[in-house]
Every structure is written in structure tokens, then in C-alpha cells.
């Protein structure tokens, strides 16, 4: 008997088709993969199951579960699913949260007011379930806001929420994508010791088919709406019979053509473009008493290396590791405790702002999220042309429109676009006005931190085939700021491994992630999840 039941679901909102004759079924203590790029209908199907739907929009078609008609359910029952015998972890983690509530008072709420719990209980119990997904009391108290953590913890605080009363089916949009690979691999053996445990259904959307292929026992494969093909995972990831799915598959692995830095050894020029030199970042850290000093916390610990011209690096590592740190100092956003950074030979330290102009010129960065990064009330020439005020002298209004259409169409959009507005692209496209606004002014380094986490393998193989490209065109600097080991191997010459602060190996690319030597390097290859490698395992799992 399935749980979850969806059968000739259609969708529409505003009278625009959104799906198209959905068929899904998810046993209990089964779980379902659904996978398809941005705008395929993934997340939509979620949400008709949550009855999270606009006003505006109109569902035909049965949707059932556990008995239960949901498209025919009033909303009061669905209060009563949601969060109880329905579970539901959110892709944008910020968002999902209450930013003046403690992650405390979030996870019990839903505790208490389904269970009837005192306020006392319904806390041990979210911080019971908070250890679990690695937020232990000692450094993650019931007491933190969602702002106090990273990215990835405020995922694990939505997990936790959803799966705080065991439901009996959960779904999972893309839970995993803000995580570094060690949390990932933790959180997935966690969904599937819930799975295990509770015979709970699990439908997992994500774009990451390595990680759909060791999880799941079955795969759906969406486009434009449609379920393209279906069936158990190893057959329908290891067979790739619809041309989608083997293109998906293809994307997922996808390296771009650029040089080889050997050759790049050849034209090295005998001065690094960025020097670090013992650099070290503490920052006051929290009181343990009224009248206690604040112990320092040493976020970035004695770090030194040189960045040469034309190369592309990746600096990876578990998240809170002092990556991002780092990186704000080399942006000259935040100031070093002790050590030196140096760009183009000139010392970044202890400068005015309007000293730095010249540097900033010369030194941009690609950001995770580029929706948040753009002022939604521009448009995309005022959002290009921002970096222009760096330079010495300051553009007409024609020159400021010249250089906004030659920096778009070299990421691969029109000039046209300029005069549109950021919620009119799509994420991939949004991602490339990042860049061409990074590039702008022509700048030497390039630093991107986690620039294409968020986005579907066929728009990531797209956005990293755009760096590679302009890697040869520009000869720019890349300094890869990732989680996403794929991405190193991909696109980058030398890779770093930091861990708590400090850079524990680094050297060619090949070299540290097939054969790496330090502890923390081990961890995050021995978690990176693998296409070829899942879908073998599973078919001896399975005797295919």
C-alpha cells in the first residue's frame, strides 16, 4: 500500500501550465528521488502535496495520502498534517526560519502545539533533536537566532524542526545543498536511519544525482512539468534510456576545456598576484558568566600562500572552517588580526578606504546567492555598472551602457537585458549577471565563493564552462571558495584544505584529492558523493 499517491496531477497558476499529468508513489520506508533542473516542477509538486500554493493557483488530478484526499482537505486538516504526520525541509533555510525567534523556541513550537507538551519537555525534546543533527548544547544552545549561525546550521536547524516528531512521510528539498560534504554525508545517514527506524516515506528532491543515487530506491526525472522517466534507481540511472536523463548524468560530470597549468607554468611571471603571509583573525567571542571575559575565538589560524597570475585555486573545507573569513580579508572587508596580505605587491593592511579603490578595482567577488547580492528594485545596468565608481575616471552615461553590454554579452547574455529587473531571469542567468558584474572592471582576482552550490548540474556545467572561458580570455585569477569537490577537480589547477582555520595540505588538484594525506582531506573525499561510484554500489546492492 503506497503513502503518498499522486495521480494525473496537473497544476496551473494563473492559468499558466505549471504541471502536467503527475504520476508518483512513495511506499512507507521507501524513498523517492525526483530530480530535474530549475523550473521543472519539482518543488511544485512538493508543495501541492503541503497545499502551500499561491491563491492563484488550481490543481486537478488525486493527491492522497495515508488515506487522506489532500487536494479535498480543508485547511484546518492540513494544519493538522503539516508538521506532524507531514514534514517538509525547506531549500533556503533563512527564509524558512523565524529571524527573532531562538532555534530553541522554533523546534519546540511544533512540539508543543501538536503534542500538547509543557514548554520544558517540548525543549528537552528539541534538544535532543538538535544534537542529533550535529548541533550539540555545548556550542549551539537553545538560546542562538538563526542569524548567530552559518548557512548549513540553519539547515540542520530546519531538519530538525521537520523530523522532531518522526512524520510519516517527509520532503526533502534540496536538504543538503548549503552543507559541506562530511555534514551532507551525516545529515543523509541520518534521513536514512530515519527512514529505517520509523518506516517514514521520503521524497528527496534534489539535482545532485550522485546523492539521489545512493539514497533512493526509486527516481523520478522531471522537465517542463512532466515526469520524463521513472523507475527503481539503478535501472533509470545506470540504463539512462531518455535522452534528459543521460544528459543530466553528463552535466553532473561535466569538466570544462581549459589550459592545463602546466602549460599556464610556462608564462608564470616571477611575482604572485596575492601573497597571504601569516595570516591570523580572532574574533571576542561569547561570555560565560555575567562578569567573564569573552574567551577569543581564532577564527583564521597562521595562514600563508601566494596565488599566481592566471591560475584558478580552490580553497575547500567543512563549513566554519574560516574560509569565508579569509576570504572577507583578502577582500580587505575585514581586517587581520596579525599577518599580511599583499595584491599585486602592494600591502592591504592599514589602508584608508579610498586607498583601496585601486585594489578593489582590481579584485572582485562571485557570491553563493547572486539574488541576494542585487538590490531587487534596479535593474541589471545600475547592478552592473556598481563597480564603476572604482575606477579613476568616472564613465558617461554611454560609456557606463557600453561597458554593461560588453560585460553582459561576455557572460553570455544580451545587452538588451540591462534594462530588466533580477526576479525576470532565472538562477542560472542571475549567476552570470554576477559575474559580469564581477568583471567589470577588469579586475585581476576573481574570488567566488560557492558560486554554483545552488544551481541544477545543466546550469552548473553552463556557469563553470563560463569561468573556464573567461579564465582564457582575460587570463583572471580564480581564488573557488567550495564545499563541492566536483567543482575543484572540474575547474581549478591547485587545491587548499583548510580545517579549523588552518591549511592542512595543498598542491596540484589531482594530487591532494586522489591521493590525500592529511586527515581532514581523507574526510572530504572519502564524503564527496559519486555518480559511477553510487550507482555500482547499489547494483551490487541489488544483484543488477
Known sequence: ??????????????????????????????????????????????????????????????????????????????????????GMVFQEPMTALNPVKTIGE???????????????????????????????????????????????????????????????????????????????????????????????????????????????????????????ESGPTVGVLSEQKHPYTRQLAEASTHVPARARSQEKAEKQEPQPLLSVSGVTRDYPGRRKGLFAKPEPFRAVDNVSFSLAPGHAVALVGRSGCGKSTLARMILALDRPTAGEIRLNGETLGGRSEYELRHARRNMQVVFQDPYGSFNPRHRVERLVAEPLHLLDRKPTAAQRRECVAEALESVGLNAGDMHKYPHEFSGGQRQRISIARAIITRPKLIVADEPVSALDVSIRAQVLDLFADLNQRLDLTYLFITHDLTV??????????????????????????????????????????????AVATRQRATGD
Not at 499529468?21 to 530530480?35: K, Q, S, T
Not at 572540474?490 to 591521493?515: C, F, K, W, Y
Request: proline residues 5%; contains cysteine; charged residues 25%.
Open 1 to 86: 500500500m503506497s503513502l503518498l499517491e499522486i495521480e494525473n496531477l496537473s497544476l496551473s497558476i494563473a492559468g499558466h501550465p505549471v504541471l502536467r499529468d503527475i504520476d508518483l508513489r512513495i511506499a512507507p520506508g521507501e524513498v523517492l528521488g525526483v530530480v530535474g533542473e530549475s523550473g521543472s516542477g519539482k518543488s511544485m509538486t512538493a508543495l501541492t502535496v503541503m497545499q502551500l500554493l499561491p491563491e492563484l493557483a488550481r490543481a486537478k488530478g488525486r493527491v492522497t495520502f495515508d488515506g487522506v484526499d489532500i487536494l479535498a482537505a480543508p485547511e484546518e486538516a492540513m494544519c493538522r498534517l503539516r508538521g506532524d504526520d507531514l
Open 106 to 228: 522554533q523546534v519546540a513550537e511544533g512540539i508543543r502545539w501538536h503534542t500538547g507538551a509543557n514548554r520544558p519537555d517540548a525543549e528537552a525534546r528539541a534538544r535532543a533533536i538538535l544534537d542529533r543533527v550535529g548541533l550539540p548544547e555545548a556550542k549551539f544552545p537553545l538560546s542562538r537566532f538563526p542569524h548567530e549561525l552559518s548557512g548549513g546550521q540553519r539547515q540542520r536547524v530546519v531538519i530538525a524542526i521537520a523530523c522532531a516528531l518522526k512524520p510519516k512521510l517527509l520532503i526533502a528539498d534540496e536538504p543538503t545543498t548549503a552543507l559541506d560534504v562530511v555534514l551532507q554525508a551525516q545529515i543523509l545517514d541520518l534521513l536514512r536511519d530515519l527512514v529505517a527506524e520509523n518506516r517514514m516515506g521520503l521524497m528527496l528532491i534534489s539535482h545532485d544525482l550522485a546523492v539521489v543515487a545512493d539514497m533512493a530506491d526509486r527516481v523520478s526525472v522531471m522537465r517542463n512539468g512532466a515526469v520524463m
Open 488 to 533: 575543484a577537480r572540474a575547474i581549478t589547477d591547485d587545491v587548499m584544505v583548510m580545517h579549523e582555520g588552518r591549511i592542512v595540505e595543498s598542491g596540484p588538484t589531482a594530487t591532494v584529492l586522489q591521493n590525500p594525506k592529511s586527515e581532514a582531506a581523507r574526510a572530504l573525499v572519502a564524503a564527496a558523493p559519486d555518480l559511477e561510484r
